[in-house]
Each structure stands twice: as structure tokens, then as C-alpha cells.
């Protein structure tokens, strides 16, 4: 429903901000990394934020979740599709660690370094590892969400979660897809919505 936003920066904090588009000014809670970048940014000065919304399944507050990289957003995304990972852990794990050290500790199977982010406990960094590892460090050649190269399969991976699948089951889909690197985009969402026949 939100991709982006670009406006003026009104509201500048160690967690979030306002960012003012349109007439509107939108409440986005930020990664550390993102925040930081924010701060060599003037109040008033335009910034740039990819967006990610969060809708509670039980209802409750709408959340936006703004990051100044398509890599962090796409790690964040994927740590969702864990199960009883919530977007306040998913945000804690991306301001911990850096996208390149989240996605090398899940690939080694690394689940102290992982639990030693606040927030996030033995089981859940130990759920992390299992439910991530294969979509970090795939030997099928078909990378994670959040490390797919430009391409068919990125554009394939993209366009499912657009369809509603998050991108750690898009990815785990497309890596069933025989020759999936040599499939053109379409074929290869058609392939992953059957099942990666």
C-alpha cells in the first residue's frame, strides 16, 4: 500500500520520524542505521525513505516502518515471514546488525550472535536460523528476498510478494523452480504459485 515516501523532514528522533508529504505528515519508525543517516539531514530538507506498513491481524495501530536502503527493508521483510517475529523485533534485528552481518549469522547458523541483539531471545534467534538459513544461503543458485540480484528472479520475487506471499516463502517457492535462473519472470511467478512445478 506504501512503497516510499519523499518529503520534508519535520520530526527527527534516535527511533523515528515525521516525514511531511503531500500535506500530510507520516509518523515512521526507524532502524539505527536509517536514523543515522537521517541525522546528517537539516530539519526542513527533503528526504527519501522506502516504506513498509504494518497491519496488526487483531486489529490496533497501523505502523509505518521507513529504511534508507531497499537491503535493509528487504532483510526486515523477510525476519516477518518468521513465525512469532513482529515488526518491533524485526526493526530490532536491522538496527543490530547490519543487513551483510544479519544475513552471514543466519547463514552460518550463528543464533548467539543473533540473540544478542535486544529484543530477540534464544528461541526466536534459534526460529531465525531454521526459517532463514535456506533463503540466505540457498545452493539452488536462487538467492533470498533479500539478496536476489537484479533480474527475473528479484522480479519474480517482487511480484509475488505483490500477490500477498511474503519473500521468504516467494523465494522459497522460486527455489523449487527447476532451472529457475533461465525462466523468464512470468513463467516463473506461474511456476511459484503452483508450488515450483
Do not use: N, Q
Not at 497501523?62 to 513482529?86: I, K, N, P, Q, Y
Not at 550463528?110 to 544461503?137: Q, Y
Not at 523452480?177 to 508450488?195: E, F, I, M, N
Amino acid at each position: 500500500m506504501y512503497e516510499s515516501v519523499r518529503g520534508r523532514l519535520l520530526v527527527r528522533e534516535a527511533t523515528r520520524c515525521v516525514v511531511e508529504a503531500g500535506g500530510l505528515g507520516y509518523s515512521i519508525a526507524v532502524s539505527a542505521a536509517t536514523a543515522e543517516r537521517l541525522g546528517a539531514t537539516r530539519l526542513g530538507e527533503e528526504v527519501f525513505l522506502r516504506l513498509h506498513l504494518a497491519v496488526p491481524e487483531r486489529g490496533g495501530e497501523w505502523r509505518l516502518f521507513g529504511f534508507a536502503t531497499e537491503d535493509e527493508r528487504a532483510v526486515f521483510r523477510a525476519a516477518l515471514g518468521v513465525s512469532g517475529v513482529g515488526p518491533a523485533t524485526a526493526l530490532a534485528l536491522v538496527s543490530g546488525l547490519a543487513p551483510d552481518a544479519l544475513r552471514a549469522a543466519i547463514a552460518a547458523g550463528d543464533s548467539k550472535a543473533l540473540s544478542r541483539v535486544k529484543g530477540v531471545g534464544k528461541k526466536t534467534a534459534e526460529r531465525l536460523v531454521v526459517e532463514l538459513r535456506d533463503a540466505f544461503s540457498g545452493p539452488t543458485g536462487v538467492p533470498g528476498a533479500a539478496t536476489a540480484p537484479p533480474g527475473p528472479i528479484a522480479d519474480a520475487i517482487a511480484a509475488l510478494v505483490a500477490l500477498g506471499l511474503d519473500e521468504a516463502e516467494a523465494a522459497e517457492r522460486l527455489r523449487r523452480v527447476p532451472d529457475a535462473a533461465t525462466v523468464p519472470t512470468k513463467d516463473l511467478v506461474r511456476r511459484a504459485l503452483r508450488g515450483g512445478a
